[in-house]
């Protein structure tokens, strides 16, 4: 990660720009909105092999298709300051410590804007009350979070999670974000998709908000104010329990969680296959004005497309530019493309995150 080209930002994120104009052109998608991302310190997750050599180990990544040519990593540019700060620190301590370096394999780090920092150490060992001690020394003597992982063995020292702050349209927002599950790796570009899903659906306080794939409440926490009531969906057991955390820590009243999948939600409100858990949630008096979803990389369904096709308004965040064109040509059929992003989740890589918002024709 040396060779990141700062100066070359921009040419990149042009050539992202035309790429996803080329693509959606048949579409007729109105001029794109860019958020650029910051060219570095932007990431707050990352994760690295730990490589051992001699009687020393070290941070390490590989070329593309490789795994047996180590780079060691003393600096990681794109990750936080704070990542970058803790690195040469977490090396030192591994080396000094026979008991914390023995057969670890992998470290990941997850930092937040508001300062927390989880550390999770891998190994391919059982750990035990010896391990403990150590790594709890050392977890004191950094101000960090550690988490210790083997096979069938997770040790909490303290806790599993950390909490971010997000600052959306002047107002604080804070997420409670587990370790080992999803949470958006670019704070900064988090908050900015905040706001235009925010600018999108303002005015909306007269009717309810659906959405599909909340995840740890992400999108739900930061527009509740804006609408009626907020129901949202999501299969992760976690992050369920995330987004409810993060429901009380923001004492927002209005949003209520289900851990149901989009396809599960979907039977439900066709009425082909009712679901338990979704029977309380009072959805028959909805008056759902706007549905938002963010699907993973497969995109939607066609069933759960046809079901959303059926509502004014739609906010569609994709990580997947050609799922997002495929439910785009379905959802076309009866919604016009008012509005449509480009968020640089992931500089330096070919990936891009994009967002389309939709009204019925």
């Not at 909490?156 to 997420?175: A, F, H, N, R, S």
């Not at 959405?211 to 804006?226: H, I, T, V, W």
Request: charge should be negative.
């Amino acid at each position: 990660m040396h060779d990141v080209q700062v100066d070359q930002y921009d040419a990149l994120l042009a050539e992202k720009q035309q790429r996803i104009e080329e693509q959606f052109s048949p579409l007729s998608i109105p001029a794109i909105d860019v958020y650029a991302s910051e060219p570095l310190n932007f990431r707050q997750r990352a994760e690295f092999r730990i490589w051992h050599e001699d009687d020393r180990c070290f941070h390490a990544m590989f070329e593309p298709g490789t795994k047996t040519n180590p780079i060691e990593i003393t600096d990681f540019p794109i990750a936080t300051k704070a990542i970058n700060a803790l690195i040469p620190k977490m090396a030192e301590a591994l080396n000094s410590n026979p008991l914390l370096k023995n057969r670890l394999f992998q470290i990941e780090y997850l930092n937040t804007m508001s300062g927390d920092m989880l550390v999770t150490l891998i190994y391919h060992r059982q750990l035990d009350d010896e391990w403990i001690e150590a790594a709890t020394a050392l977890k004191n003597e950094l101000g960090i979070h550690i988490i210790g992982r083997a096979r069938k063995m997770r040790i909490l020292l303290d806790q599993e999670y950390v909490v971010e702050e997000l600052t959306v349209d002047g107002k604080k927002i804070k997420y409670k974000q587990v370790e080992a599950s999803f949470t958006q790796p670019n704070a900064k570009i988090s908050e900015k998709m905040l706001s235009w899903a925010r600018a999108c659906t303002q005015n909306s306080q007269d009717h309810d908000l659906l959405e599909l794939y909340c995840g740890n409440g992400n999108f739900s926490l930061a527009m509740a104010d804006q609408f009626r009531r907020v129901f949202a969906t999501e299969i992760s057991k976690t992050s369920v329990y995330a987004a409810n955390a993060g429901k009380e820590m923001n004492g927002i009243t209005n949003v209520e969680f289900a851990r149901v999948s989009a396809e599960e939600f979907t039977e439900h409100m066709n009425g082909t296959h009712l679901r338990r858990r979704l029977k309380d949630m009072d959805l028959e008096n909805a008056n759902f004005g706007t549905v938002l979803v963010d699907p993973p990389r497969a995109g939607l369904d066609d069933e759960s497309c046809k079901m959303i096709s059926k509502y004014p308004r739609i906010v569609y965040v994709s990580c997947n530019p050609d799922t997002l064109e495929l439910n785009l040509k379905q959802l076309s059929e009866t919604h016009t493309i008012e509005r449509f992003a480009l968020f640089d989740q992931f500089p330096y890589t070919h990936h891009v995150e994009c967002g389309a918002f939709l009204v019925a024709k």
